[in-house]
């Protein structure tokens, strides 16, 4: 998981709007797609490096760096096709966007509107819409869930069964019989597969702490501090502290929290949710998260190699001028 962008509503110094690219395997996902994220992915080398673009409201912040992505992609003469997905009113917005920024396109490009709960099929996993709440609006969080996979092969036993090393080890594990010897007398029980959640913009709400239990990754928006619970609820955005409740009762592994407000530098917030959830990250515009199959181990994050810190402990990035460059604190 590459955090493009962490920021919520506007941006800041140290913070792009929201933006998260997801890989897995030869798939590229784009999660929300802010202001000014086709320049961060071009940062990153990731540049049009994705099929898929998931919207999960309407709010600017979310979309509205997708109309001038699609006119860069059009004017670098893009021929891989590109499908966007989100609520209803997506097909809406598209078109007036079209009509008004990108125009005609050389490369196919799908809208499709989901239904809550409803789920787009890829090899070995699906993307399912959650439905969140954030006011009045349809507003999505995606849950990433891989199917479970086959247990392990235990090669010994196949042959003391009489089943010869070679192709028919192969057979066994793809599910078939051989010589008599059925996959489920040499497979263990299956084995999971990885759970990645995305909240989007929501107060905390049971159909995401369900979609959320035992998650490899949680990602929920921590827009404010607890002392702004009734502004948090107002503008049905959760604090750092509820998102941490959320993730303690779903069970989930880690706590990733993003749509970090430009009052805060992320520190305060992530000390807020690690106090009632301690496996909570704050990850900065850059940072990644890597997570392994659930036997390799716990996911991680791994801070951008592109940051380093100053005399004081603040960060900035290695690439921006040394004096005068406005920095903010790195939790």
Known sequence: MFFVGTG??????????????????????LFDCGEGTQRQLMRLGMFGDFDSVFITHFHA??????????????????????????????????????????????????VIELEPAGPVRRDGYE?????????????????????????????????????????????????????????????GPPREGRKVVLSGDTVPCEALRIAAHQADVLVHEATFAAEEAKRAQETSHSTAAQAAELARHAQARLL?????????????????????????????????????LPERGPARLVPWSGRRTGAHGSERSATSPAAGAETVPSP
């Not at 919520?8 to 996902?29: E, H, K, M």
């Not at 003469?77 to 008004?100: H, I, K």
């Not at 430009?262 to 850059?286: I, K, M, N, Q």
């Open 8 to 29: 919520g509503s506007v941006p800041a110094s140290g913070r792009g709007l929201p933006a998260i690219l997801v890989r897995r395997g030869g798939d590229r996902l």
């Open 61 to 110: 912040d979310h979309w509205l760096g997708l109309p001038g992505m699609l006119k860069s992609f059009a004017l670098r003469d893009r021929e891989q096709p590109l499908t966007v997905y989100g609520p209803s009113g997506l097909r809406e917005l598209m078109e007036a966007m079209r009509v008004v920024v990108y125009g005609r396109l050389p490369f196919e490009l799908s």
């Open 127 to 187: 993307i399912v819409a959650v439905p969140v709440d954030h006011g009045d609006r349809p507003a999505f969080g995606y849950a990433l869930v891989e199917a479970q996979r086959p247990g392990e092969f235990d090669p010994l036993l196949a042959e003391q069964l009489g089943v010869a090393p070679g192709p028919d080890f192969g057979l066994l594990q793809r599910g078939e019989t051989v010589a008599g010897v059925a996959p489920e007398q040499v497979m």
């Open 256 to 292: 990733a929290i993003t749509h970090i407000s430009s009052r805060y530098s992320g520190r305060e917030l992530r000390d807020e949710a690690r106090a009632v959830f301690a496996d909570t990250e704050a990850p900065r515009d850059f940072d990644t998260i890597e997570v392994p």
